[in-house]
């Protein structure tokens, strides 16, 4: 890698409808802090995606979609890749995983209470929200919690927080913290997992090899914590 790795804000280019050749797209879902389609800072995971595709001389522009939307174009079209996305079972096929950009960490988010600080602390509250279908729901269940109420939309889980209608969410921290706001009360990690970038499995302009390089270079020079620190704390 010969290129120096120095991370700043990226210039976000919008995807335009036909993609010229040798242009990878990214699709993300645009959740705050990872990726912001507005406002002055693009969210850390463009940031660190751009910085890596210009260490290995490629462009790469961004296309904000629903989660579920945005997975689906990946999985469908050559040359498009998403980010961040958690491997799974259900997902492994569909896709080639280029990069583990970094460890997400998960924990609790309270408003009227101390948050629990590990899982057996959590088994004493009565009710725990959590997306429907997310990584930390499936975590929960697989450890055998009962007191979990699933939620659709990240709205509703808000709304039942602040509602006093659940005593905690469970979630990833930075999501969390950017989502809850003041006067909330948010525990240590005590769940992590790797946060992905994923590649269309027919992609031929992606060069795999030389991504994990950079993603390399970026955290040999201390670029990469430099950049996660503020939102993940501890990387």
């Given amino acids: 890698m ?3 790795a120095l991370i700043g804000s990226p210039l976000l280019l919008a995807a335009p409808a036909v993609r010229a050749r040798g242009v990878i797209e990214l699709v993300t879902a645009g959740e705050r802090p990872y990726a912001m389609a507005e406002g002055p800072e693009p969210g850390f995971v463009l940031t660190l995606v751009a910085e890596m595709f210009r ?19 990946a999985a469908a079209l050559p040359e498009v890749a998403v980010a961040p996305l958690p491997r799974t079972a259900e997902r492994e096929d569909h896709f080639l995983w280029a990069v ?3 460890e997400n960490p998960g924990g609790f988010a309270t408003l009227r209470c101390q948050p629990p600080r590990a899982l057996a ?11 429907s279908g997310s990584v930390q729901e499936v975590h929960l ?3 055998g919690f009962t007191n979990l109420v699933p939620f659709s939309l990240w709205p509703d889980a808000l709304a039942a927080l602040r509602a006093r209608e659940v005593s905690a969410w469970f979630g990833e ?8 706001g003041p006067g909330a009360a948010f525990g240590p990690p005590v769940f992590a997992y790797p946060a992905w970038l ?13 991504l994990q390089e950079a993603h390399a270079a970026l955290a040999a020079d ?14």
């Fill in 141 to 143: 269940r697989a450890r």
């Fill in 222 to 235: 201390g670029s990469l914590a430099k950049l996660l620190r503020p939102h993940l704390g501890w990387a």
């Fill in 2 to 4: 010969r290129r120096r």
């Fill in 121 to 131: 602390e959590a088994r004493l509250l009565p009710r725990i929200a959590v997306l």
């Fill in 198 to 210: 994923a590649v269309n499995r027919a992609s031929r302009d992606i060069p795999v090899l030389a």
């Fill in 173 to 180: 921290l930075p999501r969390l913290r950017a989502l809850v």
């Fill in 100 to 102: 583990a950009l970094f």
């Fill in 55 to 73: 260490l290995v001389g490629q462009q790469v522009v961004f296309r904000f979609l629903p989660g579920p939307e945005a997975e689906a174009r």
